[in-house]
């Protein structure tokens, strides 16, 4: 079975600071990485996803992820947070193939932006 | 990317009354729909696949019978919560994709609340 885990539950950045949000997951097979970030009341946009090729992922709003096989890590990482980023961010894998579509979704991470 | 809607974003209903939440496929044709429950401060799970013209396909421990799913054109799911509760208050999303192999979008979701 497939599976996200999302370690820390809250981070706290300084506005301009960097940022890293873990993602690791297990899967049988090659896997389908998403991110999404949640605004409160919102639905899910999707920040950036792998499917195959270059490891190294560049998504909307300066956000970029790295997949790691031997880790099973899929972390999410930006130079620098703006206030704007406060949200909750959540970690995703899954697949697009066959009749399914069914996306295990971590348990997410609330991320404060300290001004 | 495509849009998907979600109508209403907040509704608040009485104990043992129906309500049923719609999404809809704005620019494009979704063969497959999916319903998410996201309780506070927690991920998604994913209730039920519908596809187009067929029965949806509920979750382990989702009830059919509570949670009716109508896929009937290709463009529009709903999903009807029955007899609804206090426990049936949460966050509802869908999400649709055209095809199989294809992203699937997320709605913005709707607030319902059971008093």
């Known amino acids: 079975a497939q599976s996200v885990t999302q370690p820390d539950i809250h981070i706290t950045v300084s506005e301009g600071a960097s940022l890293e949000l873990r993602c690791n997951y297990s899967?049988?097979?090659?896997?389908?990485l998403f991110w999404y970030v949640q605004s409160p009341g919102q639905g899910l946009q999707l920040l950036l996803k792998y499917f195959s090729g270059d490891t190294l992922v560049q998504g909307i709003k300066g956000f970029e992820a790295e997949f790691k096989r031997s880790q099973s890590s899929f972390n999410l990482r930006k130079p620098s947070v703006h206030w704007s980023d406060a949200a909750e961010y959540f970690c995703?894998?899954?697949?697009?193939?066959?009749?399914?579509?069914?996306?295990?979704f971590g348990t997410g991470t609330q991320l404060k932006v300290e001004l | 990317g495509a849009v998907v809607s979600q109508h209403p974003s907040r509704v608040i209903c009485k104990s043992g009354t129906s309500v049923k939440i719609e999404c809809r496929s704005l620019d494009f044709q979704a063969t497959t729909m999916f319903w998410y429950r996201q309780f506070p401060k927690q991920s998604l799970m994913l209730m039920a696949t519908?596809?187009?013209?067929?029965?949806?396909?509920?979750e382990q421990g989702v009830e059919k019978d509570k949670f009716l799913i109508n896929h009937a054109s290709l463009t529009l799911s709903t999903l009807t919560v029955t007899s609804a509760h206090p426990e049936d208050s949460s966050f509802y999303i869908c999400?649709?994709?055209?095809?199989?192999?294809?992203?699937?979008?997320f709605g913005q979701g709707t607030r319902l609340t059971v008093v």
């Open positions: 999400s649709a994709r055209e095809r199989p192999g294809t992203e699937a979008f």
């Open positions: 899967y049988g097979a090659t896997p389908y």
């Open positions: 519908s596809n187009e013209g067929s029965k949806a396909t509920y």
């Open positions: 995703a894998v899954g697949a697009f193939t066959g009749g399914g579509n069914k996306l295990t």
